[in-house]
DNA sequence: CCTCGCTCATAAACCCAGCTTATGCCGTCA
DNA sequence: TGACGGCATAAGCTGGGTTTATGAGCGAGG
């Protein structure tokens, strides 16, 4: 959401418009199966539960989402659509579950994974749902924190495996480069870099303002690298999230990870412009103590990193 | 207790191991305030309620995530990560919420709005929540339907703009083309695909057995134009989702619209395939009644659409 | 030095959303 | 026609989240 300033009306939070979690798996579930006493079943609650968790979802939104019959429920054309967006948010929160179970960190943990920030937000939880799907008994407790810090952990033995980005490699641990974390410039799609038809010259970006992390922050320190040290912010903004509205917006170009920006590419909402010239990526790498390459659960793991 | 029928072990559902949605909010607004009574102020609540909610939340997962102090709250670093997570599941809801206050469809509303499936679960979302950023208090409706009933909808006059998509445009309407549903062949990282260094031939997409949508579903159709009417499914799935899980698990290559995999392609759990001499994509359109360009909110919704 | 002002925590009482159990109605199929 | 599966309704219970009221820690300023 946009920095909220001057709030005005006062608005009942998301919370009381949106139904909670429970209900949108139960409509999941009621879609796929067919039937909210089956729906119901799965779930592990009584049918009557379900049919007034329904309604009163309907109720809540306004729109009549399923056509109840003595055969079954379907879905309505609404609820369909509704279905649909339900789903973004219960895969947002199927990631979430599966970091949190992670950062848990219980004794008992077959895995225990260290990993720098970017990656323990944007990529991690992808790996640990796949690892779940394949190795469904696999426990892994995960601690994030830099590279210096993923370093000690591995050293001290109290971590299997480390994920780190940057350019260096920390003495004493083994590496393989797992991905890249590619920066791109993205405009909105009304900015006139969008209708270049060749690649920005790197000499350009350096010389045009842009909209900036803080001095400082991992993707400027990358940018200033690539660009020879300099680089103009337009605005300096705090957070990733406030940097992309306000691209998103218009305000002018911005230099973003990849990793933050794929929802907003995919419904062109930002387009990347390409650059000439720079290598605005770093290297995230998986890492281990010398000569102990993760064997069993990390092993798995570290294959899911590379498909 | 919840009885365990079937699958082994019966596993509380994700809505008992996720905060609600009114946790994850105010979680972040403590980390863009820094203090609970001000985080619980702006959500409307009281601070002993904020603080009792972020213990329990803590409880919930096991992890400290706020750092308390007579001077304020900080996020500690699992709670900055945690945070991260759950900014993801708020933005799906917001979206949720605009596309839902739509689909309620008030008769007081200031703008109509009648979309085609794929762009009123993929894009108009994002539109709306645009346009309620820059006229806030502009009430749209909108109706979900396929081409015929938005063009309908139009002509009786029940709508003031619509979307399709498709290759034709329905007779009566004016159209604009305000976007693309590109296909692209996917694949999971492994697959030997992914290593190439040349657009695929179309040829060899053609003889290669697919993961795909049944037959008569929109992509689908589009796939078998592209061809020249074949395509050869290796597995034929009911829904977009059950098609991406399949490719991300490396079961094969699949045709998916690009809208769908915005977030498996930039965390590489997906790449794009490129493919020569097809175009795989269809125009997406916005129509109004001809002579009856919209004025006003369509005029600004149908703005944001083209950046 | 002491008090004000901000922070957060605790305790008790309340309320309502969602659950269960029990039942009824409707349609389909053998 | 009776059995079955599907959904709806009603009554009663429970618990999580809320409020109000209060207390305690720390820093700033008169």
New interface residues.
Partial sequence: ??E?VG????V????H??P???AL?LLLAVARLGSLGRAA?E??ITQPAASSRIRSMERQ???AMVDRSPRGSRLT??G???T??????????????A???A???RRDSRLRVAAS?TI????L??WLM?LR?QRPDTAVSLL??NSAAVAQRLLADEADLGFVEGLTVPTDLDAVVV?HDRLIVVT????PW?RRRTPLPAQELATTPLILREEGSGTRQVLETALGGLARPLLELSST?AVKSSA???AGPAVLS??A?????????L?SIPVAGVRLDRALRAVWRRGHRPTGPGRDLLGLT??
Avoid: C
């Fill in positions: 959401m946009s909220g709030e005005g009306l006062r009942a939070g998301l919370a418009r949106v909670d979690l429970g798996e079943r779930l592990g939104l306004g729109v054309d609404a369909a659509l509704v649909d967006w339900a789903r973004r948010i219960v895969e947002a929160a199927e990631a979430f579950d970091g949190a179970q950062l848990r960190g920030m323990a937000e944007y990529l939880p992808g796949a799907a994030a924190g991905g909105a799609p009304g900015h969008a999230t998103v917006s218009g990849e990793l920006v794929g929802e907003e590419l995919s419904a062109r909402r387009v590379r498909g």
